[in-house]
Nanobody, 126 residues
Framework: RVQLVESGGGSVSSGGSLRLSCAVSDHTGGIIDISLGWFRQPPGKEREGVAG???????TYTDSVKGRFTVSKDSAENILYLQMNNLKPEDTARYYC??????????????????WGQGTQVTVSA
């Protein structure tokens, strides 16, 4: 079983920055064979993928955050990060850390996620 615990959400003004963290624990060992990602769910909308990272460090981003968000991981500490710069009001959502067993995201979509964190709220004011 994989456990995910997010932190780092908050309220910022448009143009501001936040860094989200997700502590990953796997009772069968490290996160070597787990692909990780960030998803978000705006109020009244479906959950969507934001940024994913495969076990080899390759990444994928949804178009709306390219150039503004950066996903990274510290494999030694088992922590996933999401650096969010130049935040916009439309980035307001609850952000979730998600994990799937396997070396890479076959499809970067909430429907394939095996494990979820509890989420952390990000609110961006105009």
């Amino acid at each position: 079983r994989v456990q995910l615990v997010e932190s780092g959400g908050g309220s910022v003004s448009s143009g501001g920055s936040l860094r989200l963290s997700c502590a990953v624990s796997d009772h069968t060992g490290g996160i070597i064979d787990i692909s990780l990602g960030w998803f978000r769910q705006p109020p009244g909308k479906e959950r969507e993928g934001v940024a994913g990272i495969n076990t080899d460090g390759s990444t994928t981003y949804t178009d709306s955050v390219k150039g503004r968000f950066t996903v990274s991981k510290d494999s030694a500490e088992n922590i996933l990060y999401l650096q969010m710069n130049n935040l916009k009001p439309e980035d307001t959502a609850r952000y979730y850390c998600g994990a799937v067993r396997g070396s890479r995201w076959v499809a970067f979509s909430p429907v394939v996620v095996n494990y979820w964190g509890q989420g952390t709220q990000v609110t961006v004011s105009a």
